[in-house]
């Protein structure tokens, strides 16, 4: 029975390698199956459809940019409208201020609700993924390297209530999960 | 669906493992130092140092270093800023415009069309910065409560190029960044000095790849190209509006935000060849990545733009002709046939004549001659900021206000210098990180698919 990471402390979960996404992806319609909760497939790339065949919605992070998009609307709304109108507001040529010169404010309106969403959907992107940190019981697999290169990993969480690891390790090895590892923390 | 697909070009040649693809491009990264290496830094460092000296001096001494003058207000600093925005405008192009219309060959070069994009703002935005004149005043531009109750006017098109040309940068570097987060995770996990992989560990934030990970980042990848692709059109269209929502005849055209973003994607792109030529010729496999189909892909988008802009030159002719504004006539007079008679002259043939050779697949395949071609819309785009902004300045309203602009030698050397500048940055960034983004090559492999090899 192979084992990574530090034998005395928790076990994180089992975790399986495959050689290729098709594979990753018919285990993964698996397992969802299955009804584990608290699994993740690992790839070097994006696959396609995987979302669905982990069963997972779409990702919340439009909605949250919306809002972040619409916060930088807001300020440049109000700090424009503000010093034009009521602090120091400029006359010249005897041409009309505040709200009436609306079409000039439209340029900032627009850079600083593309930066304030820009900048929500990379903060927010991390921080719903847990990043950054700087290490996690994973990387004490030395397999798990191969992620990053050409290797596709499933790993089940020790937290999932259906896990035990016996079960877990005929499931993965059914699915034709290889070197089948169970990960401890550090 | 008939029997016989036809076959898409194979976007990664030779049949190139995904193993190939990390291994090959992390070597890069990897490998000593090479020679050339160390002999272009020779050249581009004290470039660099030069530009730096010459700030300095400015600085130091005031604008009237350069030859800024009365009639001639804006020079070399606003045409050398426009041309390097410009450049950058191809990098967020391929990156987020090429990304959204699903257009999948723009893989193997937006990583390093974006670095170009960061480099290039670097290079502008020491224009606008310095020439206001008193640096350490420049924070006067911010909207911050100060102790002498002013307020900026916000009605104002400079105004709205700062919050323009910062926000793109900043979205720029975000992007970018976000897009190195798996590569640099590819590099960490293949490290094997202690020292590089806990630098490249900490820059790739703890990245392990799993699904639950990349669902929000294909989000946030997404997200950020709907945003940067209204960003840079937008960028453009404010830095012509410094020029078209002033009053000054030759200027003050509605043309000119729809032209300045073609002419930019068109100077873009002939940067991006500029350097991927070579960067190719000392990589050769990356010529299995970065193919003789992308190329050809390129130079059709420089003869689009090119024939874009050839019309918005015409169609600046007619509309000056047509306004029966005797001042405007004479501005496109001055343009065409004054004193800078030369300049116009020649940006016609750099930016409309010599790239209808590639109308040519001979000219679009061959990539020496690709590489000379793309030289000139380089030079050409840069005369054309020039033709815009010396010519009408020196032609003004009354004869008796009409001058000449004559550069300094603060002027050459600093411009000179910002290439230095941006070839340098352009080095580190080839030494210490992936030069083309490996994890989105990998996804556009057949057996990414994760239906590969099924029946239909």
């Known amino acids: 029975m192979r084992t990574a990471g530090n034998k005395a402390s928790p076990v994180y979960g089992i975790a399986a390698e495959f050689s290729c996404a098709r594979d990753l992806f018919r285990a993964a319609e698996k397992i969802r199956d299955a009804g584990f909760r608290r699994w993740d497939v690992f790839s070097p790339f994006p696959i396609d459809g995987m979302d669905e065949a982990m069963g997972m919605r779409r990702s919340l992070l439009g909605k949250i940019v919306f809002l972040g998009g619409l916060a930088g609307f807001l300020v440049a709304g109000a700090i424009q409208f503000a010093p034009t109108t009521f602090f120091y507001p400029l006359l010249v040529g005897g041409k009309p201020n505040g709200l009436f010169t609306a079409p000039a404010f439209f340029p900032i309106l627009f850079e600083l609700t593309i930066l304030a969403s820009a900048i929500t959907a990379v903060a927010g992107m991390l921080v719903m993924n847990g990043l950054p940190r700087l290490n996690h019981a994973l990387f004490n697999w030395d397999r798990f390297k191969k992620v990053t290169e050409d290797k596709f990993f499933v790993a089940i969480e020790s937290g999932d209530p259906k896990f035990s690891e016996r079960s877990v390790r005929d499931l993965l090895e059914s699915l034709g999960g290889t070197h089948i590892t169970t990960i401890h923390g550090d | ?456």
Not at chain 2, 197 to 203: A, E, N, Q
Not at chain 2, 336 to 347: D, F, H, R, S
Not at chain 2, 357 to 371: D, E, P
Request: hydrophobic residues 50%; glycine residues 6%.
């Open chain 2, 1 to 456: 669906m008939t029997d016989k697909e036809v076959a898409r070009p194979s976007l990664v040649l030779n049949r190139r493992t995904m193993g190939w693809i990390s291994s090959y491009i992390s070597s890069i990264v990897e490998e000593r130092t090479p020679t050339w290496w160390w002999f272009s830094m020779g050249v581009t460092v004290p470039l660099t140092l030069l530009c730096l000296a010459c700030l300095a001096y400015l600085v130091s001494t005031g604008v009237g270093v350069w030859g800024n003058n009365h009639p001639v207000g804006w020079a070399w600093d606003i045409t050398n800023f426009v041309f390097w925005i410009g450049i950058g405008h191809a990098g967020t192009l391929i990156s987020a415009i090429l990304f959204l219309t699903r257009q999948k060959w723009r893989t193997s070069i937006n990583r390093a069309a974006e670095a170009m994009t960061l480099f290039a703002v670097v290079c502008a935005a020491i224009y606008p910065a310095l020439h206001v004149g008193r640096v350490w005043m420049v924070w006067f531009l911010a909207p911050v409560p100060n102790s002498n109750g002013i307020w900026q006017n916000f009605r104002s098109p400079l105004l709205w190029d700062v919050f323009a040309v910062s926000t793109y940068f900043a979205v720029s570097v975000m992007f970018w960044y976000t897009g190195l987060i798996p590569d640099l995770a590819t590099v960490r996990d293949r490290c094997t000095s202690k020292i590089k992989k806990c630098i490249y560990g900490i820059m790739a934030l703890g990245w392990r790849g799993g699904n639950r990970q990349w669902r929000h980042y294909e989000k946030a990848y997404l997200i950020l190209a709907g945003l940067s692709t209204p960003l840079v059109l937008s960028v453009h269209s404010v830095v012509s509006f410094d020029f078209a929502a002033s009053v000054i005849p030759g200027w003050h055209t509605t043309i000119f935000p729809p032209y300045f973003v073609a002419g930019a994607i068109f100077g873009g792109f002939a940067m991006v060849l500029t350097i991927m030529i070579p960067a190719c010729a000392l990589y050769k496999p990356l010529r299995d990545l970065v193919t003789a189909d992308h190329v050809e892909r390129m130079c059709k988008v420089i003869l689009l733009m090119s024939s874009i802009i050839a019309y918005a030159y015409l169609m600046e002719l007619f509309t000056a002709w047509y306004s029966g504004n005797p001042y405007e006539r004479a501005a496109f007079y001055y343009r065409a046939a004054g004193p800078y008679w030369w300049a116009y002259a020649a940006m016609i043939l750099c930016n409309v004549a010599v790239p209808q050779l590639f109308w040519f697949k001979f000219f679009r395949t061959h990539l020496l001659w690709v590489w000379i071609i793309v030289q000139f819309p380089n030079v050409g785009m840069w005369l054309e900021r020039f033709a815009i902004v010396a010519t009408t300045l020196t032609r003004d309203f009354t004869p008796s206000a009409w001058g000449m602009f004559h550069p300094t030698w603060v002027d050459v050397c600093t411009f000179a210098g910002t290439f230095g500048l941006f070839a340098t940055l352009f080095l580190i960034f080839i030494r210490f990180l992936p030069m083309i983004c490996m994890f989105e090559v990998k996804a556009v492999l057949p057996e990414a698919d994760p239906h590969y090899g099924e029946e239909r």
